[in-house]
C-alpha cells in the first residue's frame, strides 16, 4: 500500500519566494496533519484536518502560513512570502480516525531550505 | 501542552538496556511512540491506551501509568538498529487526534 506521499522532497528557496508543498495521505484516512521539525523546536503541530476540515490550526506560525485540504486525497501547505527562519522539515501525516487512539503515518518529509 | 522526555540522550552498548521516560502535566488519554532515524521520517512503534496497560514487542516494550500521568519505554539488548531519536506523542483527550511530541530522546548504541 502506498503510504503519506509528499512533495517536494527538497526544496531551496530564496527569501520573498512563495512556497507550496503537498500531501497524499493515505487512501481511506480522515485525518491529516502537517509538522515542522527543527532541532530547535523538535516536533511541532501546525494544523491538522478531520474530513477536510480544519480542526487546530493553533500551531500556524502567522499569517504568511497557510493550509488547505480541498478533497480528501489532497492538502496543501503554503508560505508566502518566505523566510530563512522556516527552513525545516516538513511532514505530512495522516491517520484513520478512531475513538480509542489512532495510529499516525508520517510522509518521508520535505525539506524546506530558505536563503 | 508538550510532554517532557527524559533522558536527552543515552548512548548504550550492544546488549544493554535502556530506559525512556516520558511525562505529563495533564490528564492523558493515551501515548504514542516513534522512531525516527536520521533523515527519515518518525515510525510507529505502538500506541497506550489510558488503563495502565503494557505492550511490547520483540525487545521494546512500553508502559502507560496514568495516575502518574507518564509512560515508560523500555528498550532491552539493544542491537545497533535501535540507534535513533525516539519521541513520545501525547492525546489528551479522545476526540480530536490531536497529538502533541515531546522533543525526544537521542539513542545510540554502539558496537
Known amino acids: 500500500d502506498a503510504g503519506v506521499i509528499q512533495s517536494p522532497r527538497h526544496e531551496v528557496t530564496e527569501m520573498g519566494q512563495e512556497v507550496t508543498l503537498r500531501c497524499k495521505p493515505i487512501s481511506g484516512h480522515n485525518s491529516l496533519f502537517w509538522y515542522r521539525q527543527t532541532m530547535m523546536r523538535g516536533l511541532e503541530l501546525l494544523i491538522y484536518f478531520n474530513n477536510n476540515v480544519p480542526i487546530d490550526d493553533s500551531g500556524m506560525p502567522e499569517d504568511r502560513f497557510s493550509a488547505k485540504m480541498p478533497n480528501a486525497s489532497f492538502s496543501t501547505l503554503k508560505i508566502q512570502p518566505s523566510e530563512p527562519r522556516d527552513s525545516a522539515v516538513y511532514f505530512c501525516a495522516s491517520s484513520l480516525e478512531a475513538t480509542n487512539g489512532n495510529t499516525i503515518y508520517f510522509g518521508e518529509g520535505s525539506w524546506l531550505t530558505v536563503v | 501542552q508538550q510532554p517532557v522526555q527524559s533522558p536527552q540522550a543515552v548512548i548504550l552498548r550492544e546488549g544493554e538496556d535502556a530506559v525512556i521516560n516520558c511525562s505529563s502535566s495533564k490528564a492523558l488519554y493515551s501515548v504514542h511512540w516513534y522512531r525516527q532515524k536520521h533523515g527519515e521520517a518518525p515510525v510507529f512503534l505502538m500506541i497506550l491506551l489510558k488503563g495502565g496497560e503494557q505492550k511490547g514487542h520483540d525487545k521494546i516494550s512500553a508502559s502507560f501509568n496514568e495516575k502518574k500521568q507518564q509512560s515508560s519505554l523500555y528498550l532491552t539488548a539493544s542491537q545497533l538498529s535501535y540507534s535513533g531519536t525516539y519521541f513520545c506523542?501525547?492525546?489528551?483527550?479522545?476526540?480530536?487526534?490531536?497529538?502533541?511530541f515531546g522533543a525526544g530522546t537521542i539513542l545510540r548504541v554502539k558496537s
Open positions: 506523542g501525547t492525546e489528551y483527550s479522545s476526540y480530536g487526534n490531536k497529538l502533541v
